[in-house]
């Protein structure tokens, strides 16, 4: 029985029979809010017409590879479809009931379209002004647009099937339209949740959603209707609307978001003095603040940095668990009381992420400071530091704010003895730290965890302690870096300087990438034919002697490292040894970054000698050198023994979670990390503690997070966005100057480190690294970050490399495309596109 619903219809029908755009136009009818009259047609209404379809030969065809060509011929064969008696007899029984005396809007409706996940937003098509008699071509033309090779690329995207496609069409009264538009509640331009935009043109709407028309643009102050800006389209004297109208849709969009209960963008058009609603949908992509950050209108906002990301080069939620040890990396060991967490503190740790609170740190450390430190991790605030310090410093003075200043002062005095001692006897110093290091990786590889888990991590990080006490160690070499800048000042020798950085043996980074190539330039590697074999050959011992001792001593020194290290629930190459193999393949074993950067810096100490000496400087210069190559890599130490430390409490804690399924308390191991410290602690000590609910309830904020596909760096409390400034000089994109030095040569955009091989010469274009990229940058000529400052891991490695590097540049890897000719001026902060690569549409 073929089956016709009316929009109006008491009885609604499922989402799934009339599609997402009925199925609100339904609920918008039930909210009373103004929707033209009509009819929808539902999914089962093209039963019969999907059987045809799917006797096509290019059904067949598509269904095995959806080229754009196979698409096109099952589009064109679609757009021919025509009613059968029956369905013709209801939807002219249903044009009458609808009162469709004139022209009609046909519209799609698919079961997919405007989803949590996905919207389809203009990708189906529209047909206006349609008649009764040219109604079935109408509505075969939009259900053809199911096989669009947009739409189905889309559907691809977003891991849903080709071979169901489905849809429902919906049939309304077509408006005498004299002004149309979309509506959004949170401003789409910065996710403002205070602020509607409403984007407007003349007559229907459809120009505007398919991008043909550029509209007025209208910003309206959510809670107080109040115009933050109103600008005409191009070429337009005066705005479509005058404000009493603006404030109408304006009003119409809030409403619709506050009877559907989250944020909406509609598209609304007027017919007369009448408003009406023609549509109503999720934004999908928006980013939703977590409850514990949100402030009320009106309250004053508070401004956050997404330290993760700035710092680590992490743009995703870490673990439960990981984030609960890496708060205690960063209070035990990192800023030892300096930052602190609690209420009215300077970090906020929250649902795998933390936050640096910007609103306080301008409060307690004082605006210079604040904006110092905050803009070295991000480009926006030195951009924003203004309007940031005048609108978003804290007004109170809190407690935790005065304890950092005690401690601040406290930690300066404490170690200035041990500054002193370690300027005046650097070399001891670096020894008594080498001895200290070693003594704490044995410590680490000594915990076996026959104590609870919760005893176990309290004594790893005991055995971390003592490395507060020689964390200055590192100054002396810094300091000896400002005399040998102060030594050439004024020469033009900026480059060959930054040069002396390069591959310093006191950073453990650049031994484990020296252990990685002699790794993957082992002959027996390259016998290896894949990661299965490789871990195979390992566990039978089957390898050249030679070659297992390297990789036993490679395990033992860096095996607790790896992809997003500081997560513990991250496995390590000691865990899995196919992770290993992924890097040795992508390290070169012939000409890399790393030896032509040595070159370079070789080069650069000839020439840096030279001048010295004709100055009578040339032993003050090598002693500084000495000083600043032994000493100024120490800096990343506290940073390797963490990784490893956390590397071997992954071990341990799959230990406790393999217990505890064996016991029924959990499914699976890895659950574990899906808990809190202190909750497994409870659990510890409490066999009736129920951790599967503990589990779901800590997950909750992570489920709600699980479509953000992009996280800002830089927000405030009413959902707000700061970002960069996009800067044009000299032809190029202003960024921040990360690592000194020019390049050309082919981009290629990575999202992961693995995603596909950088190629020799090729120019690296990425959102942020952590350590694992580290082989990465061996074939980089130069680097291209869009977020992150001096001291994130990408700007770390590429000054060990010595590769041009630039950051702060935030849409580098959507504006910059794989093949593009690009030149990374790291002396001046500017990436010029010089030719782009053609788009293959095939």
């Known amino acids: 029985m073929v089956v016709v619903y009316k929009l109006t219809t008491e009885d609604k029908p499922s989402r799934e029979e009339i599609g997402g755009k009925a199925y609100g136009l339904m609920q918008a009818i039930e909210f009373g809010f103004p929707v033209p009259d009509g009819f929808v047609l539902p999914v089962s209404f093209f039963d019969s017409w999907f059987r045809t379809i799917h006797t096509y030969l290019e059904w067949e065809q598509y269904v095995k590879d959806p080229t754009p060509a196979v698409c096109a011929d099952l589009q064109e064969k679609v757009r021919l479809l025509r009613f059968d008696p029956e369905q013709k007899r209801v939807v002219d029984d249903y044009w009458l009931k609808a009162g469709l005396d004139g022209l009609s809007a046909v519209r799609s409706s698919s079961p997919d379209e405007d989803c949590e996940d996905t919207s389809f937003a203009g990708m189906y098509h529209s047909c206006l002004d349609v008649d009764r008699k040219d109604l079935e071509e109408a509505v075969a033309l939009t259900l053809s647009s199911l096989f669009d090779y947009r739409v189905v690329s889309?559907?691809?995207?977003?891991?849903?099937?080709?071979?169901?496609?489905?849809?429902?069409?919906?049939?309304?009264?077509?408006?005498?339209?004299?002004?149309?538009?979309v509506g959004f509640s949170i401003n789409p331009e910065d996710n403002?949740?205070?602020?509607?935009?409403?984007?407007?043109?003349?007559?229907?709407?459809?120009?505007?959603?398919?991008?043909?028309?550029?509209?007025?643009?209208?910003?309206?102050?959510?809670?107080?209707?109040?115009?933050?800006?109103?600008?005409?389209?191009?070429?337009?004297?005066?705005?479509?609307?005058?404000?009493?109208?603006?404030?109408?849709?304006?009003?119409?969009?809030?409403?619709?978001?506050?009877?559907?209960?989250?944020?909406?963008?509609?598209?609304?058009?007027?017919?007369?003095?009448?408003l009406y609603l023609l549509q109503v949908r999720l934004i999908t992509a928006y980013f939703p603040l977590f409850e514990e950050m949100l402030s009320r209108p009106g309250e004053t906002r508070t401004l956050y940095v997404d330290v993760m990301q700035t710092s680590q080069g992490i743009d995703r939620q870490i673990s439960v668990l990981g984030l609960d040890l890496y708060e205690m990396v960063m209070q035990r060991i990192m800023a030892q009381g300096i930052m602190p967490s609690t209420e009215g503190g300077y970090l906020l740790n929250l649902h795998g992420k933390q936050y640096l609170n910007v609103s306080n740190m301008l409060r307690g450390m004082g605006k210079s400071l604040a904006v110092q430190t905050v803009g070295d991790q991000d480009y926006a605030v030195r951009q924003h530091k203004e309007e940031i310090t005048v609108t978003y410093t804290a007004t109170e003075m809190t407690r935790a704010m005065k304890e950092a200043r005690k401690v601040m002062?406290?930690?300066?005095?404490?170690?200035?003895?041990?500054?002193?001692?370690?300027?005046?006897?650097?070399?001891?110093?670096?020894?008594?730290?080498?001895?200290?290091?070693?003594?704490?990786?044995?410590?680490?590889?000594?915990?076996?965890?026959?104590?609870?888990?919760?005893?176990?991590?309290?004594?790893?990080?005991?055995i971390l302690g003592p490395i507060t006490e020689h964390a200055a160690s590192y100054v002396p070499g810094?300091?000896?870096?400002?005399?040998?800048?102060?030594?050439?000042?004024?020469?033009?020798?900026?480059?060959?300087?930054?040069?002396?950085?390069?591959?310093?043996?006191?950073?453990?980074?650049?031994?484990?990438?020296?252990?990685?190539?002699?790794?993957?330039?082992?002959?027996e590697l390259s016998k290896t034919g894949d990661a299965d074999e490789f871990v195979r050959r390992i566990q039978a011992r089957d390898f050249d002697d030679s070659f297992l001792i390297k990789i036993d001593e490679y395990l033992l020194r860096y095996g607790g490292r790896g992809f997003c290290e500081i997560d513990v629930a991250r496995a390590r190459a000691e865990d899995d040894y196919t992770l290993l193999f992924r890097q040795l393949i992508e390290v070169p074993v012939g000409d890399n970054a790393l030896r032509r950067a040595e070159e370079k810096k070789q080069r650069a100490i000839e020439k840096l000698s030279q001048v010295a000496i004709a100055k009578g400087k040339g032993e003050v210069f090598l002693r500084n050198l000495e000083r600043y190559e032994k000493l100024f890599g120490l800096r990343e130490m506290p940073k390797y023994v963490v990784a490893m430390l956390l590397g071997r409490l992954h071990r341990l804690a799959l230990v406790t979670g393999r217990k505890w399924v064996a016991e029924g308390r959990l499914d699976e191991a890895d659950q574990i990390f899906d808990l809190h410290m202190e909750q497994i602690e409870r659990a510890e000590k409490e066999q009736v503690l129920e951790l599967r609910p503990l589990m779901q309830i800590n997950l909750e904020p992570y489920r709600r997070m699980k479509n953000v596909k992009h996280w800002p760096i830089t927000f405030d409390s009413r959902g707000r966005t700061i970002n960069p400034v996009p800067e044009i000089a000299e032809g190029g994109m202003k960024g921040q100057s990360i690592s000194l030095g020019v390049v050309r040569g082919p981009a290629k955009v990575l999202h992961d480190p693995y995603e596909k091989p950088l190629l020799p010469g090729e120019i690296l274009v990425t959102h942020a690294v952590e350590p694992s990229w580290t082989v990465i940058f061996l074939n980089a000529a130069g680097a291209v970050l869009e977020v992150g400052g001096s001291l994130q891991h990408g700007a770390i490695i590429a000054r060990e490399f010595g590769i041009p590097c630039v950051s702060g540049l935030r849409r580098a890897t959507t504006s910059i495309r794989d093949g593009d000719l690009i030149e990374v001026d790291g002396n001046n902060g500017l990436v010029r596109i010089l030719e782009k690569t053609e788009i293959d549409n095939d």
Not at 171 to 181: A, F, I, N, P, T
């Open 154 to 181: 889309y559907r691809l995207k977003n891991g849903l099937a080709v071979s169901e496609p489905k849809m429902a069409v919906v049939v309304q009264r077509q408006l005498d339209s004299e002004v149309s538009g």
């Open 192 to 274: 403002c949740y205070d602020e509607i935009m409403i984007n407007a043109v003349a007559g229907p709407g459809e120009a505007l959603v398919g991008g043909a028309l550029t509209p007025d643009c209208y910003i309206v102050e959510k809670y107080k209707e109040h115009f933050l800006r109103k600008n005409p389209a191009d070429g337009q004297a005066d705005a479509l609307l005058d404000d009493e109208h603006i404030l109408s849709v304006a009003s119409l969009v809030h409403d619709c978001e506050e009877a559907f209960g989250y944020p909406v963008d509609i598209e609304w058009s007027y017919e007369g003095e009448t």
């Open 409 to 462: 002062i406290r930690v300066a005095f404490r170690d200035i003895p041990r500054l002193a001692g370690a300027f005046l006897r650097p070399m001891a110093q670096l020894e008594r730290y080498q001895a200290l290091i070693e003594k704490i990786l044995q410590d680490i590889r000594k915990l076996r965890g026959e104590e609870s888990f919760s005893s176990t991590v309290e004594k790893g990080f005991t």
């Open 478 to 523: 810094q300091l000896a870096l400002g005399r040998i800048k102060r030594m050439f000042r004024g020469k033009g020798l900026e480059e060959d300087i930054a040069a002396l950085g390069i591959a310093l043996p006191s950073n453990p980074t650049t031994a484990m990438t020296r252990s990685l190539q002699e790794l993957a330039s082992d002959p």
